[in-house]
């Protein structure tokens, strides 16, 4: 097992949007394929909300409180979820991301730990910026706390965990997840902390969505009008947390029909040939 990390960060932790409502839904989801698990916790833990929402240390806290998702995250599928932070962040540690069947969950409850990726059966991003795996702890990203979005990546395919805070891509964290399963995880050692999963969503991995990552926004805006039945990714959660930078001079000069030399689809053969210019397509004419 690898870290991988090569982080853009952020010069201070920052909320998601500008709102001070205490019931803030800014960023959220209606989409959940799966939620948080009553009979796979410590027992600190509160659920509500349809089991979307987790407080932990309801009254003082004496240890490290840890839950998992109530499914385990199918092979062969991209994965991303989102937990947004709903109290003060502060202690210990307060950490987002997955483990194994094998986490004992019950371990720590009279110590307060770092605890995921503290051995080699699970893997975690804390709110201090750094990543844990097998005790060891390494940089990774800008620290996060109350009102923070914190996402989490997972593609099943290339075995790869990638972490975003607020919708910003910290880069790949850790390798070698292939063929492991696994479970959503959170933990805390705070007391009376909160977050909610604000979504848990996936889509089966696919030359459509590595073609969706290099496309610009106003190529997805144009796949979205002329083909609707692309539609579920070119408006889903994926288009926007894999969606490539904008270079502003070059996107102006461009049009529609730019665009369709560029990216020719084939909806019969499910696949899309991306970035095929001119000089390219010639040569390939007279390769013919």
């Given amino acids: 097992m690898n870290f991988e990390y090569d982080p853009i960060r952020l010069s201070e932790y920052t909320k998601f949007c500008n709102c001070n409502s205490s019931n803030c839904r800014c960023g959220e989801d209606n989409v959940h394929e799966w939620t948080w698990d009553k009979e796979h916790t410590t027992y600190t833990t509160v659920l509500s909300e349809q089991d979307l929402e987790v407080k932990f240390h309801n009254g003082f806290s004496y240890g490290t409180a840890v839950i998992r998702g109530n499914k385990a995250l199918e092979k062969g599928r991209l994965h991303y979820w989102e937990v947004k932070m709903l109290t003060p962040i502060y202690g210990t540690d307060i950490m987002v991301g997955l483990g194994t069947s094998k986490v004992d969950l019950n371990s720590t409850k009279h110590t307060f730990c770092s605890f995921l990726g503290l051995d080699k059966e699970s893997f975690g991003f804390s709110y201090q910026g750094y990543i844990q795996y097998c005790g060891k702890k390494r940089t990774y990203g800008p620290c996060f706390g109350q009102g923070s979005l914190v996402g989490i990546y997972l593609d099943t395919w290339r075995g790869t965990l990638e972490f975003f805070v607020n919708r910003k891509p910290l880069g790949i964290a850790f390798t070698g997840l292939r063929n492991m399963v696994l479970y959503p995880m959170v933990s805390s050692t705070a007391a009376q902390s909160k977050m909610r999963l604000t979504c848990s969503c996936s889509v089966p991995v696919s030359l459509q969505i590595e073609c969706l990552s290099a496309l610009k926004s106003s190529q997805r805006a144009?796949?979205?009008?002329?083909?609707?039945?692309?539609?579920?990714?070119?408006?889903?959660?994926?288009?926007?947390?894999?969606?490539?930078?904008?270079?502003?001079?070059?996107?102006?000069?461009?049009?529609?029909?730019?665009?369709?030399?560029?990216?020719?689809?084939?909806?019969?053969?499910?696949?899309?040939?991306?970035?095929?210019?001119?000089?390219?397509?010639?040569?390939?004419?007279?390769?013919?």
């Fill in 222 to 288: 144009y796949l979205s009008t002329m083909f609707p039945g692309l539609r579920y990714l070119t408006e889903s959660i994926f288009a926007d947390i894999l969606k490539t930078p904008l270079d502003e001079d070059d996107d102006n000069e461009r049009d529609e029909f730019d665009f369709l030399r560029d990216c020719m689809i084939f909806d019969d053969f499910d696949f899309a040939l991306v970035g095929v210019g001119k000089k390219k397509k010639k040569k390939c004419t007279n390769d013919n």
